[in-house]
């Protein structure tokens, strides 16, 4: 490959009062099989040590290197550049509090939604180190494997119309989260439990359906499907609880 190319990156950091938000300029020579991560590094490493970044895993399963590549949330690992126009423009992940040029804090974000979600299975029963653990259907624990392959990039909080203009949305994170421990049999949470965590603007009903959230999620769960699913259980409790009064 003879490309050269143009990287147009976002620079601040807010921790210094003299830094103003801008853009800035790099050119790289580009090889078979460089993604963003490896062009990132290089940048740092050749041209510009201050270049602020997040990485981990290398291999999509972190979600640290997440950013908004040309104007679209996603992984810098697994972006390869042979897949992008010449001229690539990088942003830091909208929502979540800004570290300094592409790095953003996501895990205090995650940390503080899994605390409000209350993100564990709810059970009477008392831990047992020596118990043998539950069987379930095979079916039925690949259905909740689906939902926990997320690896809380954050991409699906970027991509949201809502949580972009709502700070108190819990987003497609949370409503996929909360029907994983849904379909668990051993979560004994009841449905109106359930209810008071989504059952309002901040969950369930505060979607646009503009489907942001699926089409950017790199692991590619079924993010609408969950929340049509709990959309509906939660409305159909809304009406029992109307029915009531």
């Known amino acids: 490959m003879s490309r050269t190319l143009t990287f147009e990156i976002f620079r601040y950091n807010p921790m210094d009062p003299?830094?103003?938000?801008?853009?800035?300029?790099?050119?790289?020579?580009?090889?078979?099989?460089m993604t963003l991560f490896i062009a990132l590094n290089r940048i740092r490493e050749e041209q510009d040590p201050t270049l602020q970044f997040d990485f981990c895993c290398r291999a999509g399963i972190c979600g640290a290197c997440a950013m908004v590549i040309n104007g679209r949330p996603g992984l810098a690992c697994t972006t390869q550049t042979v897949k992008l126009p010449k001229k690539i423009t990088l942003h830091p992940l909208p929502v979540f509090k800004l570290i300094g040029d592409l790095s953003v804090d996501t895990g205090t974000w995650f940390q503080n939604v899994n605390e409000k979600i209350e993100s564990?299975?709810?059970?009477?029963?008392?831990?047992?180190?020596?118990?043998?653990?539950?069987?379930?259907?095979n079916a039925l624990a690949n259905e909740i494997f689906?939902?926990?392959?997320?690896?809380?990039?954050?991409?699906?909080?970027?991509?949201?119309?809502?949580?972009?203009?709502r700070e108190d949305f819990l987003g497609a994170y949370s409503i996929n989260r909360l029907a994983r421990f849904y379909i668990d049999p051993r979560d004994e949470r009841s449905d109106q439990e359930f209810y008071d965590i989504i059952g309002s603007d901040q969950g369930v009903f505060g979607c646009l359906g503009l489907l942001g959230c699926e089409d950017v999620c790199p692991k590619e769960i079924p993010l609408i499907d969950q929340l049509g699913m709990m959309r509906r259980k939660m409305a159909l409790r809304s009406l029992r609880q109307g029915k009531c009064s």
Do not use: V
Request: with cysteine; charged share 35%.
């Open 146 to 165: 689906e939902l926990d392959r997320c690896i809380q990039c954050g991409c699906c909080i970027a991509a949201c119309g809502t949580a972009r203009m």
């Open 18 to 33: 003299d830094s103003k938000p801008h853009m800035q300029t790099y050119e790289l020579d580009e090889y078979d099989s």
């Open 120 to 137: 564990w299975i709810h059970t009477q029963k008392e831990f047992d180190p020596k118990a043998i653990e539950e069987r379930m259907e």
